[in-house]
C-alpha cells in the first residue's frame, strides 16, 4: 500500500469512524449529547492511528502489545481500534493481505529498518 492508498484510505474512513463513535456514545448513554461535542474525553488514538494499527496487526507484522507500546496505549486500546475498524475497511472494499515479516519486539522493528535504510517492500504471503 503506497502513501497515497493509504491517505485515500484515512480519508475514506475517518467521517466514518467519527460517525461509528458517536453512534456508539449515543447507545451508551441512552440519549442525546448534552454537551457539545469535542468535550468529555478523548480518544486515545487518532482516526488515522487506528486505520494504521489496524491495516498493521491485519498485515500480521506485529503483535497487539507490540503495536500498543509502538503507539503508547494498551493492546486493548489497539483491539478495541481493530473491532471498529474492520469493519469500515471490509464496507469500502479494502482487503489487507498478510505479510511475510513478523515483529514481536520494538527491537525487531529497529533491527529491520536499521537493515533497510532504504524503504523496502515487505513481500505479501498471497
Given at each position: 500500500?503506497?502513501?497515497?492508498?493509504?491517505?485515500?484510505?484515512?480519508?475514506?474512513?475517518?467521517?466514518?469512524?467519527?460517525?461509528?463513535?458517536e453512534?456508539?456514545?449515543?447507545?451508551?448513554?441512552?440519549?442525546?449529547?448534552?454537551?457539545?461535542?469535542?468535550?468529555?474525553?478523548?480518544?486515545?488514538?487518532?482516526?488515522?492511528?487506528?486505520?494504521?494499527a489496524?491495516?498493521?496487526?491485519?498485515?500480521?507484522?506485529?503483535?497487539?502489545?507490540?503495536?500498543?507500546?509502538?503507539?503508547?496505549?494498551?493492546?486493548?486500546?489497539?483491539?478495541?481500534?481493530?473491532?471498529?475498524?474492520?469493519?469500515?475497511?471490509?464496507?469500502?472494499?479494502?482487503?489487507?493481505?498478510?505479510?511475510?515479516?513478523?515483529?514481536?519486539?520494538?527491537?525487531?522493528?529497529?533491527?529491520?529498518?536499521?537493515?533497510?535504510?532504504?524503504?523496502?517492500?515487505?513481500?505479501?504471503t498471497?
Amino acid at each position: 500500500m503506497t502513501r497515497q492508498q493509504f491517505s485515500n484510505l484515512i480519508d475514506a474512513l475517518t467521517p466514518a469512524l467519527e460517525v461509528q463513535r458517536e453512534q456508539v456514545l449515543r447507545t451508551r448513554r441512552g440519549h442525546e449529547r448534552m454537551v457539545a461535542p469535542g468535550t468529555g474525553a478523548k480518544a486515545k488514538l487518532t482516526p488515522a492511528d487506528r486505520v494504521l494499527a489496524t491495516v498493521l496487526h491485519l498485515r500480521k507484522l506485529a503483535t497487539m502489545d507490540l503495536l500498543g507500546q509502538l503507539f503508547g496505549v494498551t493492546a486493548m486500546t489497539i483491539s478495541r481500534a481493530k473491532q471498529e475498524v474492520r469493519p469500515l475497511l471490509e464496507t469500502h472494499g479494502h482487503h489487507v493481505d498478510t505479510s511475510t515479516a513478523r515483529f514481536r519486539t520494538p527491537a525487531d522493528v529497529t533491527t529491520f529498518l536499521a537493515s533497510n535504510p532504504t524503504p523496502t517492500k515487505v513481500k505479501t504471503t498471497s
